[in-house]
């Protein structure tokens, strides 16, 4: 009998020890969630000053170079935000810039959206916090689409069209030849020179039905000169370069880039 009542008290201990266990691990993992949820609100407050000060930045510099478009979209990306406000290090930094244009040769070319992608991005607490001190990336680049239509407009040819064909440029356009009206085809080569500067160059042009004469072959090869432009895109912020356009199904893709630029405006 003894043996049974020594059982039973020892049982009975156990419960209140496992117990108090239980409740220190539940408050061990309500003390865990309620300092995540801390630093998860700490990382968005990081968050939200760091993207609010870097775009102000970079805004007041888009203004300063004069570009005309509307005012830059900016997005501050990486995680956790707070080591990389802490640090003055940020991974990345896109920006969007829509509606960029500009005077070119009496007439203005447009890109729809400039999309800027600014890596390893260095910016002190306290120039985000003062507005002084350089912003400054180490590559940036930037890719944006010019619409055949928008070529085809600066080009000025009544009737050319521009479309894209097995990856290259490809241009069809009436010529009227000896009385005659024929439809020129043909396709384009893109160059970009050492400066940034973009050649459209036709020199393979042919019609069909088009007789095979010095005439003929006078007023195709005049055609192919008039249409062979320098396409001048708009200038474009932070010290773009272009360097390489594609040809794509919705128009000309262009590609710019640049190193160590700073991203905002120094006194």
Do not use: W
Not at 36 to 57: H, N, T
Not at 136 to 161: C, K, R
Not at 173 to 198: H, K, S, Y
Not at 239 to 260: E, F, H, K, S, Y
Request: proline share 5%.
């Amino acid at each position: 009998m003894a043996d049974s009542y020594s059982a039973y008290d020892e049982t009975h201990r156990d419960r209140p020890r496992r117990r108090r266990g239980r409740k220190v691990l539940i408050t061990f993992i309500v003390l865990l969630v309620v300092l995540a949820g801390l630093l998860v609100v700490a990382d968005r407050v990081a968050a939200s000053f760091a993207e609010r000060a870097i775009a102000d930045q970079i805004r007041q510099e888009v203004a300063k170079q004069e570009i005309e478009s509307s005012p830059p979209e900016v997005t501050v990306g990486g995680f956790p935000f707070l080591t990389q406000v802490v640090a003055g290090r940020y991974e990345s930094i896109s920006i969007l810039v829509r509606d960029l244009r500009g005077p070119v040769q009496g007439r203005s070319l447009r890109v729809p959206e400039l999309t800027v992608d600014a890596r390893n991005v260095l910016a002190s607490i306290d120039t985000l916090r003062t507005g002084e001190g350089e912003v400054i990336a180490e590559t940036v680049e930037g890719t944006g689409t010019i619409s055949y239509d928008t070529v085809a407009d600066f080009i000025n040819q009544p009737g050319l069209t521009l479309r894209e064909e097995q990856g290259r440029l490809r241009v069809s356009a009436p010529l009227t030849v000896l009385g005659q009206e024929f439809t020129i085809n043909g396709a384009a080569e893109l160059t970009v020179d050492d400066e940034g500067r973009v050649f459209l160059g036709f020199d393979d042009l042919s019609a069909e039905g088009l007789p095979d004469n010095q005439v003929a072959r006078q007023a195709i090869n005049a055609y192919a000169q008039q249409i062979s432009v320098e396409l001048p895109v708009p200038e474009m912020p932070f010290a773009l370069q272009v360097r390489d356009v594609q040809t794509l199904p919705q128009g000309l893709a262009v590609t710019a880039t640049a190193r160590d630029v700073p991203l905002n405006s120094v006194a």
